[in-house]
């Protein structure tokens, strides 16, 4: 994943020292260079894997605001940046980019490198320059991100120690692919003034429901280290198609990551032993819809969804498991009937790049690859699918109450966090355009509310001493029935 550093780096050429005796004075910058550099990479490194909180200057890059039912994001100015990989060390920066980084044709990047926007080290390089071990790349872009869903965060509970709170479906957890201000973590800390919180484990883009976060580094590690021990007891819903068995089922087929690029899994003996309880808690023949309690015992990825899928019975709207591109069967008893290479190549060919593919992190089909509709030539920028449980134990099923209607709001951000909500009404003078950006060029379709939408929602989280419960959504009544709206 491409980051940002907010300090210059300087840097000395070889052969930059030629004055006869000074070679011990080359040999100091030198190494004092590569120290700097190093330093560099560390933090940036550090920044990755922690990620606690950003800048001020990071939160105001821009602002929000709600169009057609969905939370979009004004485009802004930001600087993407990476260190020479290994492969590239030797090549042309231009040939590098024109084929590693598909989001823009090579006459673009060019045109960024003689412009000086794409730079090594900070400075300006001509187009023919040959990358070297440690160079910092670093590119400016007018960056446009995804719209998610328009619904507020639920707070269910703050104190000194933990953020617990209910998640709306399609919106990421924190910063990846192309959500940045459209994440969890940039909305707690722009709007509810919630910042510095430590991630203790994650909900994928379409799922729903309770997500903790910690307020100390000591909290946050105490948490996961529950988590990590399967102390910690989840129970998820979700809505199937068909009529679920009466009785417990208990699915322990191991699970196998297909492809980490694409983030696919599937069941096969090469897999990690896991395993999943499942009770149904209602059937609704109108739609030939079950709702299901869903107990995950491990927690690999995409565990609950995979599990189905063998069962027969996959989430109603999963777009990625409950689909042909798994067989007739859609995957059932793990019958596919292609190899792993053929399954990825379909994949890919169906489905234009996260369309729905679960591409959550520095995947170069994630962010690099320009995402078009055959037909329409328009992109297509619904976000990918993806859900992660661990820990569970079985416990009685119990009905699931009924959920608030989706548009009713009591609870504010000033009555949840004293600070007022901001306006998010559309204000053309915040609207920026870049003459040479490629998608100030190109009109946006954007998705449906019901297409961000999956029926799988995080409903309980029990650990030692506490546990933590959210409101379930509509779709998760026995008797309700999807409509067009």
């Known amino acids: 994943m491409l980051n940002t550093l907010t300090a210059p780096i300087s840097f000395i050429t070889e052969g930059e020292i030629t004055v006869p005796g000074c070679e011990k004075r080359k040999a100091s910058e030198d190494a004092d260079v590569n120290k700097d550099l190093k330093k560099a990479k560390l933090e940036t490194k550090a920044l990755k894997a922690k990620r606690p909180g950003f800048t001020d200057d990071r939160y105001n890059?821009?602002?929000?605001?709600?169009?057609?039912?969905?939370?979009?994001?004004?485009?802004?100015?930001?600087?993407?940046t990476t260190f020479t990989k290994g492969r590239w060390v030797g090549e042309k920066i231009l040939d590098v980019f024109a084929r590693e980084f598909r989001a823009h044709p090579a006459e673009e990047y060019e045109r960024c490198i003689r412009t000086g926007s794409l730079t090594v080290n900070y400075e300006k390089v001509d187009v023919d320059y040959r990358l070297k071990h440690n160079d910092l790349l670093a590119n400016i872009v007018h960056r446009h991100e995804t719209p998610v869903l328009a619904k507020s965060l639920r707070l269910i509970h703050v104190d000194d120690d933990i953020v617990a709170l209910d998640k709306p479906c399609s919106l990421p957890?924190?910063?990846?692919?192309?959500?940045?201000?459209?994440?969890?973590?940039f909305i707690l800390a722009k709007e509810y003034h919630l910042r510095n919180l430590r991630t203790i484990h994650r909900l994928d883009r379409l799922t729903s429901g309770l997500l903790l976060f910690g307020r100390?580094?000591?909290?946050?590690?105490?948490?996961e280290q529950q988590i990590r021990n399967r102390q910690v007891?989840?129970?998820?819903?979700?809505?199937v198609e068909g009529e679920f068995p009466d009785e417990v089922i208990s699915c322990s087929e191991p699970i196998e990551v297909v492809s980490y690029k694409i983030g696919v899994c599937k069941v096969s003996p090469k897999g990690k032993e896991c395993r999943s309880t499942f009770h149904k808690l209602g059937y609704n023949p109108v739609s030939n819809t079950s709702v299901v309690?869903?107990?995950?015992?491990?927690?690999?990825?995409?565990?609950?969804?995979?599990?189905?899928?063998?069962?027969?019975?996959?989430?109603?709207?999963?777009?990625?498991?409950?689909?042909?591109?798994?067989?007739?069967?859609?995957?059932?008893?793990?019958?596919i009937g292609k190899s792993d290479e053929e399954l990825i190549r379909d994949l890919i060919s169906i489905h234009n790049a996260e369309n729905w593919l679960g591409m959550d992190g520095?995947?170069?089909?994630?962010?690099?690859?320009?995402?078009?509709?055959?037909?329409?030539?328009?992109?297509?920028?619904?976000?990918?699918?993806?859900?992660?449980?661990?820990?569970?134990?079985?416990?009685p099923p119990q009905p699931p109450p009924p959920a608030?209607?989706?548009t009713s709001n009591k609870?504010?951000?000033?009555?949840?966090?004293?600070?007022?909500?901001?306006?998010?009404?559309?204000?053309?003078?915040?609207?920026?355009?870049?003459?040479?950006?490629?998608?100030?060029?190109?009109?946006?379709?954007?998705?449906?509310?019901?297409?961000?939408?999956?029926?799988?929602?995080?409903?309980?989280?029990?650990?030692?001493?506490?546990?933590?419960?959210?409101?379930?959504?509509?779709?998760a009544r026995v008797d309700w029935v999807e409509t067009d709206d």
């Open 233 to 239: 007891q989840k129970e998820y819903v979700c809505r």
């Open 404 to 406: 608030p209607c989706p």
């Open 61 to 80: 890059e821009t602002s929000y605001y709600i169009e057609s039912g969905l939370r979009k994001v004004y485009p802004y100015y930001f600087t993407f």
């Open 411 to 475: 609870v504010t951000v000033a009555t949840q966090t004293g600070h007022e909500a901001p306006d998010l009404s559309f204000n053309p003078d915040k609207m920026t355009y870049d003459p040479h950006c490629y998608e100030c060029k190109v009109k946006y379709r954007d998705p449906k509310p019901r297409d961000l939408v999956m029926y799988l929602h995080a409903w309980k989280y029990r650990g030692p001493g506490w546990s933590y419960e959210t409101e379930l959504p509509a779709w």
């Open 173 to 185: 957890v924190h910063p990846c692919g192309r959500y940045r201000h459209n994440t969890v973590v």
């Open 362 to 395: 520095d995947s170069e089909l994630s962010m690099f690859k320009p995402m078009f509709d055959d037909d329409e030539k328009v992109p297509s920028r619904e976000p990918s699918p993806c859900e992660n449980g661990t820990g569970g134990v079985i416990s």
């Open 216 to 223: 100390t580094p000591k909290k946050a590690r105490q948490m």
């Open 293 to 335: 309690l869903c107990l995950p015992h491990s927690g690999r990825m995409h565990q609950i969804r995979v599990h189905l899928q063998y069962l027969g019975y996959p989430v109603v709207n999963d777009p990625l498991y409950n689909h042909t591109v798994f067989g007739p069967e859609k995957g059932r008893g793990g019958r």
